[in-house]
């Protein structure tokens, strides 16, 4: 077996893995449920090569991405649900019924055209798979996978509210809900009811993600930032604290807040 630039070849190796026959072992004894996790690591390498514009990475995070839904396939195939074939007839057929601008006769002058033609089109798709279901009637909020981040879910659901006018009017309005929200956090912390601590902070990072969507930022991006940025401050307290001799669980608040407006102040200036 030899590395190859055709898919085909992927397809095979993955198959050979699960050979019972000479296969691997570890490759033979997963399900879907034990490489789900993998799939969603996977993705987030992809992501955090695009953000780093590290294009080596990305090539490599891209081909262990691309080993994913082989990987599930083969194990379909294996139960008769479907094979790769499958999957890849599904996603060409939806891609050319999602853009009749490009492959039919319909016209879409601009990418917003393109894009409200695109969400018609997944409502009736929705519809469609509701019928079949027989699930009733659909929902705008149907197909929001349970699985997303919180964040970037809460940020999802508030959208599709959004398309049916269900929607604050402006930024200032959601402000307001943030601050509403807030006091209310503070009371239930308050009161020492755990309970409503824990339903009220919700109710508050929920209102942040629609905020966020109402400023146009990504909520999830902006906290994966904010992340980021508190690891690098906090690896300068650190450092700060080994320069001084100070072990820094014992160097306290006053001194190690000292060293994280330090580098505030170098983030400010640079």
């Given at each position: 077996?030899?590395?190859?630039?055709?898919?085909?070849?992927?397809i095979d190796i993955m198959a050979a893995l699960r050979n019972p026959v000479g296969g691997c072992p570890w490759?033979?004894?997963?399900?879907?449920?034990?490489?789900?996790?993998?799939?969603?690591?996977?993705?987030?390498?992809?992501?955090?090569?695009?953000?780093?514009?590290?294009?080596?990475?990305?090539?490599?995070?891209?081909?262990?991405?691309?080993?994913?839904?082989?990987?599930?396939?083969?194990?379909?195939?294996?139960?008769?649900?479907?094979?790769?074939?499958?999957?890849?007839?599904?996603?060409?057929?939806?891609?050319?019924?999602?853009?009749?601008?490009?492959?039919?006769?319909?016209?879409?002058?601009?990418?917003?055209?393109?894009?409200?033609?695109?969400?018609?089109?997944?409502?009736?798709?929705?519809?469609?798979?509701?019928?079949?279901?027989?699930?009733?009637?659909?929902?705008?909020?149907?197909?929001?996978?349970?699985?997303?981040?919180?964040?970037?879910?809460?940020?999802?659901?508030?959208?599709?509210?959004?398309?049916?006018?269900?929607?604050?009017?402006?930024?200032?309005?959601?402000?307001?809900?943030?601050?509403?929200?807030?006091?209310?956090?503070?009371?239930?912390?308050?009161?020492?009811?755990?309970?409503?601590?824990?339903?009220?902070?919700?109710?508050?990072?929920?209102?942040?993600?629609?905020?966020?969507?109402?400023?146009?930022?990504?909520?999830?991006?902006?906290?994966?930032?904010?992340?980021?940025?508190?690891?690098?401050?906090?690896?300068?307290v650190e450092a700060r604290a080994r320069e001084d001799g100070v072990a820094v669980e014992a160097a306290g608040?006053?001194?190690?807040?000292?060293?994280?407006?330090?580098?505030?102040?170098?983030?400010?200036?640079?």
């Open positions: 077996m030899q590395p190859s630039r055709d898919i085909s070849r992927l490759d033979l004894v997963q399900d879907f449920s034990t490489i789900r996790h993998y799939t969603i690591e996977e993705a987030y390498e992809v992501a955090d090569a695009i953000e780093r514009q590290d294009f080596a990475d990305l090539r490599e995070e891209l081909g262990d991405l691309l080993l994913q839904p082989i990987y599930h396939a083969q194990m379909a195939s294996e139960a008769g649900h479907f094979d790769i074939g499958d999957v890849i007839y599904a996603i060409t057929d939806k891609l050319i019924r999602r853009h009749p601008h490009v492959f039919g006769a319909l016209e879409a002058n601009d990418a917003d055209a393109a894009q409200s033609r695109w969400e018609a089109i997944k409502v009736e798709e929705r519809a469609a798979k509701a019928a079949r279901k027989g699930d009733g009637l659909p929902s705008v909020l149907d197909d929001v996978a349970n699985t997303l981040p919180a964040l970037a879910r809460a940020e999802k659901l508030t959208r599709r509210a959004a398309r049916v006018g269900f929607d604050w009017p402006d930024l200032a309005a959601v402000n307001a809900k943030v601050s509403e929200e807030l006091s209310e956090v503070m009371d239930a912390a308050a009161s020492g009811n755990e309970a409503a601590t824990h339903e009220e902070i919700g109710d508050l990072l929920f209102a942040v993600a629609n905020l966020a969507r109402h400023a146009g930022v990504d909520a999830e991006a902006a906290l994966r930032d904010a992340n980021q940025k508190f690891t690098r401050r906090f690896y300068h608040l006053e001194r190690l807040d000292g060293y994280w407006n330090e580098i505030r102040a170098a983030d400010k200036t640079s």
